[in-house]
């Protein structure tokens, strides 16, 4: 049995229309042979719906009782979803994340998943079934219901995908697959056919917003074929994220190229006077699950610490933390966006690290910090800098240029 795992996020399935069109494709994918599980998020604003009433209620509801509640946008879209599929004459089934076998941590709106027994799915596909199950949930090994925090739907497709042996997970959104930069700001930024799985990891943790990172890192770990395309463009060919990145792995130091530019657009630069910085970092690790940190570095006497607070908790939150670990002064500066070129290896190649800051240079951007990962090249840069910034780094991209830009 060839089996396909779908996931659709809430522009996809934000009307009644959309989940028609939608249960059409899954219908003909149906028709073509294969075994179809379907992940699908809460339709459009569902759960900033939720949010505002709950907030409405309390000023700081129980995460619990928040898990309950936002489950519930999830069930709507699959119970409606599987309806449309059995008007169409075919037979189709809904599952919470309970039911589908999907178990998680205790921790209520940011769980993750620790176990997929997928046994009732198994035995509905078996029967026929199109099988339709509610992303972004689970329940704890305390049999309490669990949400999965930003990204869950994704996370839930590829957990699926590589418990069921799929043969592929796709990945539907409103974006034809993955571009070499924002296509709102990058006017010439250009679909690519193929990426590296370690390349999107590199560009979902920087900012690309067409898959989420957890999501990547699992497909990745459990050799699961991902395919980002477009829900409502038929002509859609979108990307494929593979493991292996290229054909032949072995790559030379003159194969290293950029692939595509991403962007943090918020980010928060943390500076804490330390007398001995290993020993404090030393005490920090790891972090509580879910704070995202994008960077670190020392320079006279002081930590730097830039965060993504969109991905983890207030950064207020870690103050207590960092007193805890010995840390002195405390300094937040807001303001701040990163900007990074991904490629294979490139970060480990010094000259594309010397390559970013020529470019910079040549054209009189200033930065107030440049760092380097294995696959990506980074630097710190005010807001207002943002847009500009990612037009000119994506001249190093082969075939970018440096016309086109959108205003910052």
Not at 97 to 102: E, V, Y
Not at 280 to 289: I, Q, T
Not at 385 to 404: C, D, F, I, K, S
């Amino acid at each position: 049995m060839k089996i396909v795992v779908q996931k659709y996020g809430g522009s996809s399935v934000a009307d009644i229309d959309k989940i028609k069109r939608v249960a059409e494709k899954v219908v003909r994918t149906r028709e073509a042979g294969y075994a179809v599980v379907v992940v699908v998020s809460a339709m459009g604003n569902t759960t900033n719906e939720l949010l505002a009433l709950a907030r409405q209620t309390h000023a700081n509801p129980s995460r619990r009782e928040l898990d309950m509640l936002l489950s519930v946008g999830e069930r709507i879209a699959m119970a409606l979803l599987s309806m449309c599929i059995q008007a169409m004459g075919h037979e189709a089934i809904s599952f919470t994340g309970s039911q589908s076998g999907i178990v998680t941590t205790a921790s209520h709106s940011a769980a993750r998943i620790i176990a997929v027994r997928p046994y009732r799915i198994q035995d509905e596909l078996e029967r026929g079934q199109v099988v339709i199950v509610a992303g972004y949930q689970g329940t704890s090994y305390r049999n309490e219901i669990t949400t999965l925090g930003r990204g869950g739907s994704d996370m839930t497709a590829v957990a699926l995908a590589g418990a069921l042996g799929a043969e592929a997970c796709e990945i539907y959104s409103d974006v034809d697959g993955v571009y070499t930069g924002d296509p709102r700001v990058v006017l010439d930024a250009r679909r690519l056919d193929e990426v590296g799985a370690e390349e999107m990891l590199e560009l979902a943790r920087h900012g690309a917003k067409v898959l989420h990172d957890e999501a990547v890192a699992y497909a990745c770990r459990h050799d699961i074929a991902l395919h980002a395309k477009a829900t409502h463009l038929e002509s859609s060919k979108g990307t494929l994220i593979r493991r292996d990145g290229w054909p032949a792995r072995a790559l030379e130091a003159a194969q290293i190229a950029p692939k595509a530019v991403a962007s943090l657009p918020q980010v928060v630069l943390v500076k804490i006077a330390v007398t001995d910085a290993a020993a404090f970092w030393a005490s920090l690790v790891p972090f509580e699950p879910g704070v995202a940190l994008v960077s670190t570095w020392c320079s006279a006497g002081a930590m730097w610490i830039v965060l993504d607070p969109t991905n983890g908790p207030e950064v207020g939150a870690l103050h207590l933390a960092f007193e805890a670990a010995g840390g002195g002064a405390w300094d937040v500066s807001l303001g701040w966006a990163t900007v990074s070129v991904v490629g294979q290896d490139i970060g480990r190649a010094s000259q594309w690290v010397q390559a970013v800051a020529q470019c910079l240079g040549e054209r009189g951007v200033e930065v107030e910090a440049m760092w380097s990962q294995h696959h990506g090249i980074s630097v710190l840069v005010a807001q207002g800098m943002r847009n500009q910034v990612q037009q000119v780094l994506h001249t190093l991209v082969p075939g970018g240029r440096a016309e086109g830009a959108v205003s910052s």
